[in-house]
């Protein structure tokens, strides 16, 4: 991304953030899925501006989003709206339209921007395992209000929407999301994760599952997964471990699973590695599965250490974007809004990666643009220039027609309201 020079801009930081989508990403999302059909006014595109707003604005209701925009006709114009859209108008565009445009379009910009996004200052790789893909697995609930969301069935009295996330660890940005009713259980919700030959698997006990590990064999993938308790598995041989070193591995051994699951499932005969690994600072010991020989141990334990960073993902996104409170009810206005919501993200740290000459932090910088959003400054001198600081106020001269100027009694005043009508 080009650094502008200069602070003043003819369009505004929103606009700037709208222009890194490329109109032929957007026009290839809306042909796919014929998202304009029977338009006459309110299009994907200004429902996308008119969402991403109310996103990084941190609008909690349709009608702050409108009151939002709605500055003046020139921003209308400058970030590409014909008109101020009305609350109606938005609730119809969430509930009808559907919600895979947008979808799609997070999944053509994580593609269009791989490269960038994987420029990570605190990324640190595991030296025995670089060059190699890592996706870190897991799911984060939502709840919602069972009555008002009938289709989120979670629990009898509560309703949620999941979120089955597979993570690239490299770049921080989900290449996978599938959202369900939170009723759908961990497992279930991946069915679909596929992936490419070589790529390295990281996920929690939720995914401990003999035909899920049968799946990643046959796909050659390599995984690594926290154990469940009580497993019945036979030993078949226990591995050196280092002299010196990585004293936090307890244990290295080969097993075979013997339990029905593995048998109905036919992996009995398969091989598999099982590592237990002291965490001093919980005072416990956890025991991870891997389908790996020759990596070692450390490297096994490490994988997993990094399962936390889309525990960190969740937690940015929830406390800085609107993912927990919903604009509409349906499960199609729920889906756009998520998928709005990890677009508004993907452009935020694309910026905050590739702009920023300064170390932000996720939600400094994120609270930076909301209020910035509308100024008309280059995004570039906002980002790197901005500072809080202490500046006191200059006085202008008084006007004798000020009601707030020097007056020293109510009669004063009350002659003051008299001299103003």
Not at 221 to 229: A, E, L, P, S
Not at 352 to 375: D, E, P, W
């Amino acid at each position: 991304m080009a650094t502008k020079l200069g602070k003043k801009s003819d369009i505004p930081i929103f606009k700037q953030i709208l222009d890194l989508i490329p109109n032929g990403l957007l026009r290839k999302s809306i042909s796919k899925y014929n998202s304009d059909k029977s338009c006459s006014k309110y299009f994907t595109k200004d429902e996308l501006i008119s969402m991403l707003f109310g996103q990084l604005n941190r609008c909690l209701t349709l009608r702050e989003i409108a009151f939002g925009i709605d500055q003046s006709s020139e921003f209308l114009g400058d970030i590409g709206l014909a008109q101020s859209p009305a609350k109606s108008t938005m609730s119809d565009g969430n509930a009808k339209r559907d919600y895979r445009v947008f979808e799609e379009l997070y999944y053509l910009l994580c593609a269009y921007y791989k490269e960038q996004l994987r420029q990570r200052e605190d990324y640190k790789v595991i030296q025995e395992i670089e060059g190699k893909h890592i996706k870190i697995i897991d799911a984060t609930i939502m709840s919602v209000c069972l009555k008002l969301f009938s289709w989120a069935e979670y629990r009898t009295a509560k309703g949620g929407i999941k979120a089955h996330v597979s993570l690239d660890e490299a770049s921080m940005i989900p290449d996978m999301v599938n959202i369900t009713k939170a009723k759908v259980s961990d497992r279930r919700g991946v069915d679909n994760f596929r992936y490419p030959k070589d790529t390295i698997i990281v996920d929690d006990r939720g995914y401990y599952d003999s035909k899920l590990f049968k799946i990643r064999i046959e796909d050659e993938n390599h995984f690594v997964t926290r154990i469940k308790g009580n497993i019945l598995y036979d030993s078949v041989r226990e591995l050196d471990l280092p002299d010196g070193k990585d004293e936090h591995i307890i244990k290295d051994e080969i097993i075979r699973l013997i339990g029905k699951t593995a048998i109905d499932n036919g992996v009995e005969q398969l091989e598999f590695r099982r590592v237990a690994v002291y965490i001093e600072e919980d005072d416990r010991v956890i025991e991870l599965i891997c389908n790996n020989f020759e990596w070692s141990a450390a490297t096994i334990a490490e994988l997993y250490k990094r399962r936390w960073l889309i525990e960190t993902f969740f937690k940015l996104v929830k406390q800085n974007l609107q993912i927990k409170t919903f604009l509409g009810t349906s499960e199609n206005a729920c889906k756009s809004q998520i998928f709005i919501a990890l677009i508004g993200y993907l452009l935020l740290e694309l910026v905050r990666r590739t702009l920023s000459k300064t170390n932000h932090r996720f939600g400094h910088f994120v609270t930076l643009i909301r209020v910035c959003l509308t100024q008309y400054n280059w995004l570039s001198y906002i980002i790197n220039n901005t500072k809080i600081e202490v500046r006191k106020a200059r006085k202008k001269q008084e006007s004798p027609h000020n009601l707030f100027g020097n007056w020293t009694s109510e009669k004063d005043f009350e002659q003051l309201l008299i001299d103003y009508q």
